[in-house]
């Protein structure tokens, strides 16, 4: 197992029990103490973990942000579904953005192939999926380029959204909660979501169900900002409740299969 693989195990280990030890460590990995330790010390100097004596435990905060590698190995199913569904809800003809993060990057897998669409995006990684594409208008914001995560960011990130006017957004978030809304680990993320939002017509949360009762770090926009929700298992009775009041219309893959799209549909 290669080390960013056992990384994104012992990330997960750590946020599902709160620590864990070199020892259970070695023994379910079949590497050496000595490797999990290296593997630890690496993963305390980006501030993942907090070593203690035999072991670690979480340094996580409301700003802590797996890296994009991480991020990538978790609940990956969960986002090829919401990606596949997604997908489903983009019309020929439609002006579209596509937010940066992992699901989000599943979801430019999906219109690849598609035809007559506009698409902006501040990811680098959703660029490079669609930029061969020749029939899909392809429309990067610029701005300052993040390190390790490939998006745009900065004030030409946010100001190129302020001339923008799409149909949808498809957005990617840290976190959503009943009360608090839609949030981010990071806050130039956040800043350039906000944009994204006051830009689109319509706005659609990409979000697997790790992600809700939560709040991170900076606040994106409330929850009534949101039109649709593509999630892979059922809200929670407070996410639920807080839906119906906004007139937001959830869409869950593990209940539906995903539906044809019609190229030439128009919006009324």
């Given at each position: 197992m290669a080390s960013e693989q056992r990384s994104a195990v012992i990330l997960k280990e750590i946020e599902t029990r709160g620590s864990v030890s070199v020892a259970e460590l070695s023994t379910r990995l079949g590497v050496s103490e000595m490797t999990i330790r290296?593997?630890?010390?690496?993963?305390?100097?980006?501030?993942?973990?907090?070593?203690?004596?035999?072991?670690?435990?979480?340094?996580?905060?409301?700003?802590?942000?797996?890296?994009?590698?991480?991020?990538?190995?978790?609940?990956?199913?969960?986002?090829?579904?919401?990606?596949?569904r997604a997908a489903s809800l983009v019309a020929g003809g439609d002006s579209i953005a596509i937010d940066s993060g992992t699901t989000?990057?599943?979801?430019?897998?999906?219109?690849?192939?598609?035809?007559?669409l506009t698409v902006v995006t501040p990811?680098?990684?959703?660029?490079?999926?669609?930029?061969?594409?020749?029939?899909?208008?392809?429309?990067?914001?610029?701005?300052?380029?993040?390190?390790?995560?490939?998006?745009l960011v900065g004030d030409l990130a946010q100001q190129a959204w302020q001339g923008l006017f799409v149909d949808r957004l498809f957005l990617g978030v840290g976190a959503v909660d009943a009360e608090t809304g839609l949030s981010e680990y990071n806050w130039d993320d956040a800043l350039v979501k906000r944009a994204m939002i006051h830009s689109a017509k319509e706005v659609i949360v990409l979000a697997d169900a790790?992600?809700?009762?939560?709040?991170?770090?900076?606040?994106?926009?409330?929850?009534?900002a949101v039109h649709q929700i593509v999630t892979d298992q059922a809200l929670t009775s407070?996410?639920?409740?807080?839906?119906?009041?906004?007139?937001?219309?959830?869409?869950?893959?593990?209940?539906?299969?995903?539906e044809g799209y019609d190229q030439n549909h128009e919006e009324d």
């Open positions: 290296r593997d630890l010390v690496e993963l305390e100097k980006a501030g993942f973990v907090r070593r203690v004596h035999g072991g670690a435990v979480s340094s996580r905060g409301r700003s802590y942000e797996p890296s994009l590698v991480v991020r990538s190995n978790e609940n990956r199913a969960a986002k090829e579904a919401i990606g596949q989000a990057l599943e979801l430019a897998r999906n219109l690849v192939g598609r035809h007559n990811s680098l990684l959703v660029a490079d999926v669609l930029s061969g594409q020749r029939d899909i208008k392809l429309v990067l914001t610029g701005g300052i380029v993040r390190s390790g995560e490939g998006s790790s992600k809700f009762g939560r709040v991170a770090f900076a606040k994106i926009d409330a929850l009534s407070s996410l639920a409740d807080a839906c119906i009041k906004h007139g937001i219309v959830v869409h869950v893959t593990e209940n539906e299969e995903p």
